[in-house]
């Protein structure tokens, strides 16, 4: 079955950032000649205005995702063989704007302002994922000028309220993976839930979400950044500082009551004394102990007593991606507004290389995302973003 032609308004090729192989950034390789997808049927072809930048981006190019090994160099491989093949565009959360359809999906589509809903579903289940891939690793994603993508992962949302770069910093890896993390561990208002990693696109996204459904957020953080994150909706920051005290830091903040449920996006030895806040004293718990990880920033390595999780009934979850429900839930939010994009700067496509080494020696001052704007979009959707000075 053959795809209509493009417009005339869409050219025969675009910039893109192509992703030639495992290793440093060198190998993102900035192209002005990379063929423009065509949509094929069910799906619509998006002009990309902005993509947000994921800690997966960098993981998934330097390999970092071992599941066998501790220092294989791979991507992950939940199908049974790796799906990163190169070339690759990367790039996962998109916004962007139809300007063309495939077969079976109505014209009308056309000059909608949209969000991708970022995962490549395994099949039509909408609760349920157990496969997780997405745009961007398993197929072709928003570094680029146009990305053909399934019309019904596309969501319009109009809010005009939200500029295109802000709506990408709201991009289903960071959203969808926070609160699939609650829902995996049933987060339910009234609950006390500690948010490690609080400053990032994740951290920053699960404070909002905690407060949506009523639930009380704990961020673990620098002081040099709790007073955005009070502003966000934190309870109290706490400061990762040191280990030995960290405990009881965290009871004091919560006036002594333990932590409900743990949201670690840090891992290594971090991670056993977050379940300490939950174990400190189980005479006052109403539910069991709950701790959903979906990141290892502070190391891939944990050691921890399995006597302690299984006498204190502590349940683990494993989080990566989510659902379609979950998906539509955090759409029908944005548009409504009740969920706000923690915007960090944005960077021109062409530029990604001093993103990424932005992006990995980010200091203080860093809350939220970075998006990355093609550079034909750069003064409409990412030169009020640039760092101070890069306009």
């Known amino acids: 079955m053959g795809t209509a032609p493009l417009p005339d308004t869409v050219p025969d090729t675009m910039a893109a950032m192509v992703l030639t192989g495992h290793g440093g950034i060198d190998k993102l390789v900035y192209r002005q000649d990379v063929p423009t997808p065509q949509p094929g049927p069910g799906e619509v072809l998006v002009q990309v205005t902005a993509t947000a930048k994921n800690n997966t981006d960098r993981k998934a190019r330097e390999g970092l995702y071992p599941t066998k090994e501790k220092g294989e160099v791979t991507s992950f491989a939940m199908g049974g063989e790796a799906t990163l093949t190169f070339p690759r565009i990367q790039g996962a959360d998109v916004a962007g704007r139809v300007v063309a359809v495939g077969e079976g999906v109505d014209a009308g589509r056309i000059g909608e302002r949209g969000l991708l809903d970022f995962n490549l579903y395994p099949d039509a289940r909408r609760d349920l994922n157990l496969l997780p891939d997405y745009y961007g690793h398993g197929a ?193 939010w944005i548009r409504d507004g009740q969920l706000k994009p923690v915007l960090h700067a944005a960077f021109k496509l062409s530029e990604l290389h001093e993103a990424e080494r932005y992006f990995v020696a980010r200091g203080s001052n860093y809350l939220g995302k970075i998006v990355i704007v093609p550079d034909s979009q750069w003064d409409a959707h990412g030169a009020r973003f640039a760092l101070e000075g890069e306009a």
């Open 140 to 332: 072709d994603g928003g570094f680029a000028e146009y990305v053909a993508v399934p019309s019904d992962q596309f969501h319009h949302v109009p809010n005009p309220q939200l500029a295109d770069a802000e709506l990408a910093a709201m991009g289903m890896c960071s959203y969808q993976t926070a609160y699939h993390m609650m829902t995996s561990a049933r987060v339910s208002a009234g609950e006390r839930v500690l948010v490690t990693g609080a400053s990032g696109g994740v951290g920053t996204a699960l404070i909002q979400l905690c407060r949506i459904v009523g639930a009380i957020p704990y961020a673990v953080s620098q002081p040099e950044k709790a007073e955005a994150l009070l502003a966000l909706g934190a309870e109290a920051v706490i400061d990762r500082g040191d280990l030995s005290t960290f405990v009881e830091r965290t009871l004091s903040a919560t006036g002594g009551a333990p932590i409900d449920a743990v949201m670690d996006l840090v891992g290594g030895e971090m991670t056993d004394r977050f379940i300490d806040t939950m174990i400190a004293d189980m005479k006052a718990r109403s539910t069991y102990p709950r701790l959903s990880i979906a990141g290892a920033s502070g190391g891939n390595l944990s050691e921890i007593m399995w006597t302690r999780i299984y006498l204190y009934q502590v349940q683990l979850f494993g989080v990566s991606h989510g659902t379609r429900e979950e998906a539509e839930q955090l759409v029908a």
